[in-house]
């Protein structure tokens, strides 16, 4: 419907076609390994989550997993501080580049009320009307820097750390371990 094509063209408009990159926020300090994050379910097949700014809200954002960057509706925006330089971005499907404010947040922060929660530092956002009478748009930049599981039947966002890789394991001869894996009638080392 409507809303559905409203939040596509903000999402394309500003997660994929900017004309050049805003500054990436800072990483995600997670108070725990992994923080369950809830997520709402909102008309048209849209989620939500809460986010908290500068210790005000709680704000209610889009979740957005195709945009590249953070969009805070305007009213919202008047809180924090706005460049001077507007950010300039372009439509996915071409036209005249059109300047919209951005800015900048010191903190965005996922507080579940029954966990560990998560926070972001410095987060640069662009100032532009989100439909749906939505705060703002979260998208992926958020999360950078952490392992990033939806799951949308269980209404959460798991964020943690990634794991360490094999070759991050101590091993005396310096010499990884190897194992015989059996699988039908083949067998492999590894």
Known sequence: GLVRTLVLAVSLSVGCATTRDLDPPGRLVLDAPSVRIPIREEPDNLYSVEVFLEGAGPYRFLLDSGAGVTVVDPVVAERFRVDELPFRIRGALGGEARAVPRGAIAEVSFQPPDGPGARVHDVPFVSQAVPHSFDGVAGMGLFRGCRVVFDFPSRFIE???PGR??????VGDEVLP??????EEEALDA
């Open 159 to 161: 964020a943690s750390r």
């Open 165 to 170: 890789s094999v070759e991050d394991i101590p």
């Open 178 to 183: 190897r194992v015989a894996i059996r699988v």
